[in-house]
């Protein structure tokens, strides 16, 4: 889902995280790439209740984002289905989320010419070199890289125990599916949560 553009278009990636940006992890055709960790220290089976941070990395200031409400409804999903109860009075758990995008160039580099060739150059008998720009050319590929990671904090130690993190070609939105499409990056990340609230 790469876009072959000329270098010089290339934008500085705003600190901004839309939701429909956001969205478009999930609708490359290869998928995001999921990864995750967790605290092998921690005390999974001690925790029972879920709930999120005051304010989510992925708000605006002053309000909550689309992306903060369409994120919190698919991980109560998520933690609601692996026996966890939502609860913002003391949980065991508290929900964060993070995101980011950037501008990423990569540039294939040329194929070598084969010994001896002089391409459009050779009528002139090899009395001197091509220039070494011409008829080879490197391809550049612009393309909006999206970084989402959902994050599992115990609320006691004020501490990290457990990351999601979903990474891809952000570069091509249709906000129409904003929803749908988090949805499925969600469960994509959580599908790689190893663990069950305690019964």
């Known amino acids: 889902m790469r876009t072959h553009l000329p270098t010089q278009i290339v934008s500085r990636a705003r600190g901004v995280f839309g939701a429909a940006a956001l969205a478009a992890l999930a609708g490359c055709?290869?998928?995001?790439?999921?990864?995750?960790?967790?605290?092998?220290?921690?005390?999974?089976?001690?925790?029972?209740t879920f709930g999120f941070v005051a304010r989510p990395g992925t708000d605006?200031?002053?309000?909550?984002s689309l992306t903060t409400q369409y994120l919190k409804t698919a991980v109560q999903r998520e933690?609601?289905?692996?026996?966890?109860r939502y609860t913002q009075q003391s949980p065991d758990l508290l929900v964060n989320f993070n995101a980011r995008l950037r501008q990423k160039v990569v540039s294939d580099p040329a194929p070598m010419p084969p010994p001896g060739y002089m391409g459009y150059y050779a009528y002139r008998g090899g009395m001197y070199g091509p220039w070494p720009g011409y008829g080879f050319y490197n391809d550049?590929?612009?393309y909006t890289e999206g970084t989402l990671n959902i994050d599992l904090v115990d609320a006691r130690k004020n501490q990290l125990v457990w990351e999601g993190v979903a990474q891809g070609d952000a570069s091509r939105v249709d906000p129409q599916d904003s929803q749908p499409a988090l949805d499925a990056v969600v469960t994509q990340i959580?599908?790689?949560?190893?663990?069950?609230?305690?019964?």
């Open 140 to 142: 550049t590929y612009v």
């Open 29 to 48: 055709a290869t998928g995001p790439d999921i990864r995750t960790d967790y605290n092998r220290t921690a005390d999974f089976s001690a925790y029972r």
């Open 79 to 84: 933690m609601t289905a692996r026996g966890y």
């Open 60 to 64: 605006r200031q002053g309000y909550e």
């Open 190 to 199: 959580f599908a790689k949560y190893p663990f069950r609230a305690a019964p």
